[in-house]
């Protein structure tokens, strides 16, 4: 005998996640992870975005301090989270008269991105209407599992203003982008928001590595120089995950329009989509601290300098990469090649078509390893 047994005759069954989602893009790069990790020094893994540095101590504690939480969190957070956050957003993205309705804590930002299509009420063609998601033609891959989730139709661009708007219900801007770090200037943000208010599309604004500016400073569509002091049709994520460490602990929040927060507080309070209390507590610490955030942008800021210097010197050139914690790099050749080249040096990276066709040629090389292990890369690069 085998595994579960059959399905009852009649038994309801969507469409296989096989169906429905492209398949999964790390699951390519396992032979070359195997390459890399034989290399006689241990492989250096330069292919995901998660930090390896410690969790400030005032956020563990703060996280510790709240343990004993029995009882359920509420989907819209305590009044210190919410307070936290608007704090945040006035200070760092100059947003302002910003209130507890225009924030919405999240379960991590990806689980945003991946279900944000459906909790707007996207879904396939009929008779008489049409969901279009759009987002960037190199783009991190949750924006399109977002779109097929919910069953909408998706477009990519390389300029969001020479999109059809005809049915288009959700454009995702990223600034600072992932892959590639590139950063919208204010007056393209400005236009933008303009356009999508134009032809009333909601605009969300995906601006998860915004405090990890190199060689030019971001802007949120919230500061009011874009928005022109209004968040109508306008909404930002934000994620702690880069910027405190804290990515084992899915914190992360939306901003903006409160209109459409408020929807999406009760669609999200029936499905439950709590941030646990103790998170909620280790939030408002690493919000209310800048001091940290300093710290762990310097430790990126000599780790990008290291590794730059050591693929420029190595043949390679580096495209955008003013911001995010990632160079978009490139030898003018297949992606593919790229990767197996550098694995045979025991350095893993992720391929730019992970990110769209259009970064066939590129690799993203990530900023989240270890001192150590940035310098044994550049070691072998040199």
């Known amino acids: 005998m085998s595994g579960a047994p059959d399905r009852p005759s009649g038994t309801p069954r969507g469409a296989s ?69 608007t704090g945040w957003c006035a200070r760092r993205l100059g947003a302002r008269g910003i209130t507890h309705r225009n924030v919405l804590p999240i379960v991590g930002s990806k689980e945003l991105v991946a279900w944000l299509p459906t909790q707007l009420g996207l879904g396939p063609a009929t008779a008489t209407s049409r969901s279009v998601v759009a987002y960037p033609r190199l783009a991190y891959p ?24 005809t049915g288009l219900k959700l454009l995702w801007l990223n600034s600072p982008s992932n892959p590639t770090g590139r950063v919208l200037s204010k007056d393209e943000l400005t236009r933008v928001v303009a356009w999508a208010r134009s032809h ?7 601006e998860c590595y915004l405090e990890l500016g190199w060689e030019a400073e971001p802007t949120s569509v919230l500061h009011p120089d874009v928005c022109g002091g209004s968040y109508e049709g306008l909404i930002a994520v934000h994620s702690l995950s880069k910027r405190s460490n804290l990515a084992g602990y899915r914190a992360a929040f939306l901003a903006g329009d409160a209109d459409v927060l408020g929807d999406l507080l009760q669609i999200r309070k029936h499905g439950g989509m709590m941030t646990s209390a103790p998170t909620q507590a280790a939030a408002v610490a690493a919000l209310g601290d800048d001091a940290h955030v300093q710290e762990q942008r310097e430790r990126y800021a000599a780790r990008r300098t290291a590794l730059r210097d050591a693929l420029l010197g190595h043949g390679f050139r580096i495209e955008h990469s003013e911001a995010s914690l990632y160079l978009w790099a490139t030898r003018d050749e297949s992606c593919w090649d790229t990767v197996a080249h550098l694995a045979a040096l025991g350095i893993l990276v992720a391929p730019g078509d992970f990110y769209g066709e259009a970064g066939r040629d590129f ?20």
Not at 50 to 60: A, C, F, K, M, Y
Not at 144 to 160: F, K, Q, S
Not at 200 to 206: E, F, I, K, P, T
Not at 364 to 377: G, K
């Open 200 to 206: 009333g599309v909601l605009v969300a604004s995906d």
């Open 17 to 85: 996640p096989r169906d429905r989602l492209p398949d999964f893009p790390w699951d390519k790069l396992e032979p070359y992870k195997a390459t890399a990790a034989a290399h006689p020094d241990g492989i250096v893994d330069l292919s995901v975005g998660t930090p390896v540095d410690p969790v400030p101590e005032l956020i563990q504690k703060a996280l510790v301090d709240a343990a004993d939480s029995p009882g359920y969190p509420t989907v819209w957070g305590t009044p210190e989270l919410r307070d936290a956050i």
């Open 363 to 382: 690799v993203r090389v990530a900023m989240t390893a270890t001192d150590e292990r940035v310098a044994a890369a550049v070691a072998r690069l040199r």
């Open 142 to 165: 949750t924006y399109e599992v977002g779109a097929r989730l919910a069953g909408a139709e998706y477009v990519t661009y390389d300029d969001p203003m020479e999109l059809d708007p």
